[in-house]
């Protein structure tokens, strides 16, 4: 007696979501790895924006390269779910899809992967000395960030995490119409897309943190050098200023003058001295966060990707065996047979009205009687796109949609639901016999 297999349809979108999460998590990263080209000369040249500069450096580029990382969990998922897929496809297009290299199923676009270059050196910075500084704060370095780069940056990251915090949004559906079926490999297909999930949602708070943390010194830095630019402004430090510079060159000055000068000054120098203090909190504070960064982001590697990387997805999965596949077609041919489908026929494909797939190829299109059929030899019917894609095609061409299915076939509840509408026309048969 014949068993009832999972449909691969099912297999093959979650392959698909995954080539997809792929591809958006590399085009993030390569347009985050562009964008963060630009931060140059950003944190400052002063010894505590160097440091800084350097934290904000080193979490960066543990962050980037566990992005990359997490590109090839991604595409390797999908391969590993699309082989899984190709060992219950009882149809003759399978053969295509067990080459390597072959063609892909039609709802599995293909994957893509990425790697960032090491980003740029942050320190140095463009804001230029207020002419006064030396006159009031001597040796102290003048703090010359570019607080507007730091924000772009802050940006690039904050939008980079946000595109691989939404990248499950596809998948998760997907994966739990697969879920809902049994076959050997599904638990363990459904335990490492959990651990790959768990990771890339590490990353992007990772990634997150990084944006706020630049941002945040950012807007700090912004307010210093505009609160110490002002200072150095006022017209009573600047006169006093003059008067001692003046005092300076031989220029005679009255005893008071040049004390409520020196007073002037010394003001103004603890004024900044406080925003300074301020600032190297700030400084201090984000630093912090970013060497959290840097510790998550190797947590995340160590436990999450490279377990998963090493183990589960450390080779391409093995094609499915000669033998299976011929098990395979055999039970197709006899599902197709049964159901009165002209195996001499040539298959038509249709377009897929969802986008989700390249093309759709029902086991009969039958434009004489405008019948479309589809035969589904498996334990579960999910309301998978492709079944979605075969009621849009019908009811946009007036096409009778014919499911056959085992007559101990359970369907989903919206397939049910389109059967007792009148949209799509059921027909059990015994196919385990």
């Not at 790895?33 to 979490?59: C, I, N, Q």
């Not at 014919?402 to 026309?425: M, P, R």
Request: with cysteine.
């Amino acid at each position: 007696m014949s068993e009832l297999d999972v449909d691969p349809e099912l297999f093959y979108e979650v392959a698909g979501a995954y080539s997809r999460a792929s591809r958006s998590a590399s085009a993030a990263l390569l347009k985050l790895d562009r964008e963060l080209r630009a931060a140059v000369k950003m944190s400052g040249s002063d010894s505590g924006s160097r440091s800084w500069g350097g934290t904000y450096f080193k979490s960066a580029v543990e962050a980037l390269v566990t992005a990359g990382m997490a590109t090839r969990a991604l595409a390797q998922m999908a391969a590993l779910v699309r082989q899984s897929g190709v060992n219950h496809d009882q149809s003759e297009q399978a053969d295509s899809y067990n080459t390597p290299g072959g063609t892909l199923p039609d709802a599995d676009p293909g994957s893509q992967t990425a790697e960032a270059r090491p980003p740029k050196n942050p320190a140095g910075g463009t804001r230029a000395e207020p002419s006064l500084w030396k006159d009031v704060m001597g040796a102290v370095e003048w703090i010359d960030g570019d607080a507007d780069l730091m924000e772009n940056a802050a940006n690039s990251w904050i939008a980079a995490a946000s595109s691989y915090q939404a990248l499950d949004d596809a998948i998760t559906p997907k994966m739990k119409s697969l879920l809902g079926s049994t076959s050997e490999e599904i638990p363990t297909i459904g335990e490492t897309h959990t651990t790959v999930f768990e990771g890339v949602s590490l990353l992007a708070d990772a990634m997150r943190q990084q944006g706020g943390a630049t941002s945040g010194y950012a807007g700090l830095l912004r307010l210093a050098q505009q609160d110490i630019e002002w200072e150095l402004r006022v017209e009573k430090l600047v006169q006093a200023v003059n008067d001692l510079n003046a005092a300076t060159i031989g220029k005679p000055i009255e005893k008071a003058i040049k004390v409520v000068a020196e007073l002037e000054i010394a003001y103004s120098r603890r004024q900044i001295e406080n925003v300074l203090t301020g600032l190297n909190s700030a400084r201090d504070m984000t630093a912090t966060i970013l060497t959290g960064v840097s510790t998550t982001v190797v947590n995340s590697v160590n436990t999450k990707f490279k377990p998963v990387l090493d183990k589960q997805l450390k080779r391409p999965p093995e094609p499915t065996s000669a033998e299976r596949r011929r098990k395979n077609k055999l039970e197709g041919a006899k599902a197709e047979a049964r159901a009165g489908i002209d195996p001499t026929k040539p298959k038509t494909s249709i377009p897929s009205a969802s986008g989700t797939a390249s093309r759709r190829i029902p086991d009969d299109l039958d434009t004489t009687n405008k019948r479309l059929t589809e035969v589904k030899n498996v334990e579960r019917q999910e309301y998978t796109d492709q079944i979605k894609d075969f009621v849009s095609y019908c009811e946009t061409n007036g096409y009778e949609f014919v499911l056959v299915t085992d007559k101990n076939t359970k369907l989903a509840s919206e397939i049910q639901d389109l059967i007792n509408q009148g949209k799509i026309k059921h027909v059990p048969m015994d196919f385990k016999s």
